[in-house]
């Protein structure tokens, strides 16, 4: 497991010491743990949605629309500034790359997501690795579909009162 928020190990840490002058986002090894705007409601927006140093994205700035995460399973990528917006909502983001996980096991993935709300799923080809858990500011990722960790990462990490900036906002409806 990755997480990307240093020394400060946690969301709440992180902007408790933001708060106090003590660091500021652009200071951090990973400044987008901090960072959460909607790039396209910004006056200066150039249409582009964000792109993002990690792949998949584990936070950062983002598209207005979150993408609907009540165990969604979706059969096409997603637009990554959507998905980081569910993340920050409290949402789990598991994608696969479709080239490296045979269909049976994309199914046996998608059992897990399916009606867990606040999480989501969807194919993210090129990503490196087979699997790959997003949450906001932290990430697991794996070679192997049927790793047990992959569900305790799920357990652990949906609707994580320490990793989540926008707690109980809506996954539905996006």
Same mark, same amino acid.
């Given at each position: 497991?990755?997480?990307?928020?240093?020394?400060?190990?946690?969301?709440?840490?992180?902007?408790?010491?933001?708060?106090?002058?003590?660091?500021?986002?652009?200071?951090?090894?990973?400044?987008?743990?901090?960072?959460?705007?909607?790039?396209?409601? %910004?006056?200066?927006?150039?249409? @582009?949605?964000?792109? *993002?140093? &990690?792949?998949? $994205?584990?936070? #950062?700035?983002?598209?207005?629309?979150?993408?609907?995460?009540?165990?969604?399973?979706?059969?096409?990528?997603?637009?990554?500034?959507?998905?980081?917006?569910?993340?920050?909502?409290?949402?789990?983001?598991?994608?696969?790359?479709?080239?490296?996980?045979?269909?049976?096991?994309?199914? %046996?993935?998608?059992?897990?997501? @399916?009606?867990?709300? *606040?999480? &989501?799923?969807? $194919?993210?080809? #090129?990503?490196?690795?087979?699997?790959?858990?997003?949450?906001?500011?932290?990430?697991?990722?794996?070679?192997?579909?049927?790793?047990?960790?992959?569900?305790?990462?799920?357990?652990?990490?949906?609707?994580?009162?320490?990793?989540?900036?926008?707690?109980?906002?809506?996954?539905?409806? %996006?």
């Amino acid at each position: 497991m990755e997480s990307f928020y240093g020394e400060y190990g946690d969301y709440t840490t992180v902007m408790a010491a933001i708060q106090a002058g003590d660091v500021t986002a652009e200071d951090l090894e990973y400044p987008f743990v901090a960072q959460q705007d909607h790039v396209d409601i %910004a006056t200066d927006w150039d249409g @582009q949605p964000p792109v *993002y140093d &990690l792949v998949p $994205p584990a936070g #950062g700035n983002h598209l207005s629309a979150w993408q609907t995460c009540t165990g969604s399973v979706y059969d096409a990528p997603l637009v990554d500034g959507n998905a980081v917006h569910s993340l920050e909502h409290g949402a789990v983001w598991l994608t696969y790359d479709p080239e490296l996980v045979a269909p049976e096991a994309v199914d %046996a993935l998608a059992l897990l997501v @399916q009606g867990r709300d *606040y999480s &989501l799923m969807s $194919p993210y080809p #090129g990503q490196g690795p087979a699997v790959s858990l997003q949450s906001w500011g932290n990430r697991y990722q794996t070679e192997d579909p049927a790793d047990p960790a992959i569900e305790a990462y799920l357990d652990e990490f949906i609707l994580n009162e320490r990793f989540n900036p926008e707690a109980m906002a809506t996954c539905a409806g %996006a």
